[in-house]
């Protein structure tokens, strides 16, 4: 499923050549093929240690990784202007998948595809770059190449917690209206969803049943007391309740 891609709205991303990705991350892993592509493609690796047959992977399928000039390790293919020389030399086609999908990732939902980004790119976490949306079909395209990663009819929450998707779809939208509220009810709201009412209750309406009660006393409670004391006020009494007889 590619078409009709769900994007992520208000995101950047345009590859300023930092190299960072080249350089912080663990081994990039290839399949059997791409070696075999790799090892025909006429480039100089004056990088490669000696003894190692010149091969740009190793035995277990992952790109060399050599000693990087300020400590550290980076891929054998960054090149001292911090750019790809597969991509320079060949262009993007010759690069392993995982090198030309990043930083997004693919998930198929029952409700379509979604596109993630990684935080791990430097131009995604200073919001450089076009938006998403300007790169559509690109990401079309990629989305075809990219492994995917699938979320079926129930997804796991927490470790032995899974609901189902369109239980998932009301947290969600509850999560999201929450991140948007900065005040101390918000903050404490966006919390507990997790830490306590979504873990405990048989559903997400009953965690949200749940939640909605304690906030009203909490925000009766607050005029007089403050936040910080209405909430902590709620909180001891769902303890109370909590304790056995
Ligand atoms: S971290 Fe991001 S911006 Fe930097 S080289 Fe990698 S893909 Fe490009």
Redesign the pocket.
Not at 120 to 124: D, G, S
């Given at each position: 499923m590619s078409a009709g891609l769900r994007l992520p709205e208000g995101f950047r991303y345009s590859?300023?050549?930092?190299?960072?990705?080249?350089t912080d991350f663990d081994a990039v892993a290839i399949d059997a093929g791409t070696a075999e592509r790799l090892r025909r493609l006429p480039l100089f690796h004056p990088r490669l240690p000696a003894g190692d047959g010149g091969l740009p992977y190793t035995r277990d399928l992952t790109l060399r990784r050599v000693p990087a000039e300020g400590g550290g390790a980076r891929c054998v293919y960054l090149d001292l202007d911090r750019r790809c020389a597969l991509h320079v030399v060949h262009g993007p086609e010759a690069k392993p998948v995982t090198c030309r999908t990043?930083?997004f990732r693919f998930f198929d939902t029952p409700a379509g595809t979604f596109v993630g980004l990684s935080f791990?790119?430097?131009?995604?976490l200073e919001e450089r770059g076009e938006l998403l949306e300007a790169r559509r079909p690109e990401l079309e395209y990629l989305a075809r190449l990219a492994p995917r990663e699938r979320i079926g009819g129930e997804v796991r929450v927490a470790p032995g917690r899974t609901i189902a998707w369109h239980e998932y779809e009301v947290l969600e939208a509850d999560l999201l209206m929450h991140l948007d509220d900065a005040t101390p009810l918000g903050r404490w709201q966006r919390h507990r969803l997790f830490r306590k009412d979504l873990l405990r209750a048989d559903s997400v309406t009953d965690a949200q049943r749940s939640l909605a009660a304690d906030a009203a006393r909490a925000e009766s409670l607050a005029p007089a007391r403050g936040w910080l004391e209405a909430i902590r006020e709620v909180e001891r009494r769902g303890l109370l309740h909590e304790l056995p007889g």
């Open positions: 590859c300023i050549g930092c190299g960072r990705s080249c990043f930083p791990a790119c430097t131009a995604v």
